[in-house]
């Protein structure tokens, strides 16, 4: 019998994320027709049953030789794979997939070549759609919504953020959610994959904002969906991921805005977002 050999390599980076994991692999049989290579990046190892349970669900068990981060961690999965896997799919341990998604992305992906990564729509728990497809963050409504959003969740600039979010009908977007993301790897390979100095939140960002630069397509669909349980690995930290949360945006915006006829506009959004941090610390 003729083996077929997998275009897709599912990889995953778990912190303490063992029970969510096992449901995110069990659904990966469903989600496409075709065989799904699929990596545990295990950026805590030894806490936990993670490796037991890839195993179990025949996944390829990776011990991480440090906290990675999460671009970190999948950039040194990726690094592993076959040259012969046509595409990298790149998920949350807290995802489970709808049936024939994977496929559906795969075919939305392949009717252009220029599509360099495809988002599907992520469903809540409670039903609702998450805003997973979105423009990158210019400096006006931007920097709005990232320094307001939080402690003024009604204010303008996030309010025609959001707007620009639609998750009704397949479009481009400025980047694609991390949380559930499929990118073909010659795109991946072209851009370097994630910029691991963002050890956690805009890392997906980046990578997005990196792809549509070189010149790819981040196409978002909602033919294809999955549902995001969301936040085992950082319920119990969050103090920790606020100050993650505003590292990795002053990083974003030192990156966007660089040299020295920027430095007064660096200097007022790190100022800003401090600010912000103090606020988020004191209302959580």
Same mark, same amino acid.
């Given at each position: 019998?003729?083996?077929?050999?997998?275009?897709?390599?599912?990889?995953?980076?778990?912190?303490?994320?063992?029970?969510?994991?096992?449901?995110?692999?069990?659904?990966?049989?469903?989600?496409?027709?075709?065989?799904?290579?699929?990596?545990?990046?295990?950026?805590?190892?030894?806490?936990?049953?993670?490796?037991?349970?890839?195993?179990?669900?025949?996944?390829?068990?990776?011990?991480?030789?440090?906290?990675?981060?999460?671009?970190?961690?999948?950039?040194?999965?990726?690094?592993?794979?076959?040259?012969?896997?046509?595409?990298?799919?790149?998920?949350?341990?807290?995802?489970?997939?709808?049936?024939?998604?994977?496929?559906?992305?795969?075919?939305?992906?392949?009717?252009?070549?220029? #599509?360099? =990564?495809?988002?599907?729509?992520?469903?809540?728990?409670?039903?609702?759609? *998450? @805003?997973?497809? +979105?423009?990158? $963050?210019?400096?006006?409504?931007?920097?709005?919504?990232?320094?307001?959003?939080?402690?003024?969740?009604?204010?303008?600039?996030?309010?025609?953020?959001?707007?620009?979010?639609?998750?009704?009908?397949?479009?481009?977007?400025?980047?694609?959610?991390?949380?559930?993301?499929?990118?073909?790897?010659?795109?991946?390979?072209?851009?370097?994959?994630?910029?691991?100095?963002?050890?956690?939140?805009?890392?997906?960002?980046?990578?997005?904002?990196?792809?549509?630069?070189?010149?790819?397509?981040?196409?978002?669909?909602?033919?294809?969906?999955?549902?995001?349980?969301?936040?085992?690995?950082?319920?119990?930290?969050?103090?920790?991921? #606020?100050? =993650?949360?505003?590292?990795?945006?002053?990083?974003?915006?030192?990156?966007? *805005? @660089?040299?020295? +006829?920027?430095? $007064?506009?660096?200097?007022?959004?790190?100022?800003?977002?401090?600010?912000?941090?103090?606020?988020?610390?004191?209302?959580?």
């Amino acid at each position: 019998m003729m083996t077929v050999a997998p275009m897709v390599a599912l990889v995953t980076v778990t912190y303490r994320s063992a029970d969510a994991l096992e449901a995110m692999l069990a659904s990966v049989a469903r989600a496409s027709d075709a065989p799904v290579l699929s990596f545990v990046a295990d950026n805590l190892p030894g806490t936990d049953d993670a490796k037991d349970v890839a195993e179990r669900a025949g996944a390829d068990y990776r011990a991480m030789p440090g906290n990675l981060g999460y671009g970190g961690a999948v950039n040194e999965v990726v690094r592993g794979i076959p040259d012969g896997v046509e595409w990298l799919l790149v998920t949350n341990p807290d995802v489970v997939f709808d049936e024939g998604s994977i496929d559906e992305m795969v075919a939305i992906a392949n009717a252009d070549s220029r #599509i360099g =990564a495809v988002g599907p729509l992520i469903r809540n728990e409670d039903g609702t759609a *998450y @805003p997973s497809a +979105r423009p990158v $963050p210019g400096l006006g409504v931007g920097t709005g919504h990232a320094v307001f959003g939080p402690v003024w969740p009604a204010n303008p600039w996030t309010r025609r953020y959001h707007a620009a979010n639609a998750v009704d009908h397949e479009r481009d977007a400025g980047w694609l959610s991390g949380a559930c993301l499929l990118v073909r790897r010659s795109a991946f390979d072209d851009i370097g994959g994630f910029d691991s100095e963002f050890f956690m939140y805009f890392e997906d960002v980046d990578f997005g904002a990196r792809l549509g630069r070189a010149g790819w397509r981040n196409r978002f669909t909602p033919t294809a969906s999955v549902v995001h349980t969301g936040g085992h690995s950082t319920s119990a930290e969050s103090s920790a991921m #606020i100050a =993650a949360h505003h590292r990795s945006a002053q990083r974003f915006i030192a990156k966007t *805005y @660089p040299g020295l +006829r920027w430095w $007064p506009v660096r200097a007022s959004l790190a100022l800003g977002l401090r600010l912000r941090e103090r606020l988020a610390r004191r209302l959580h």
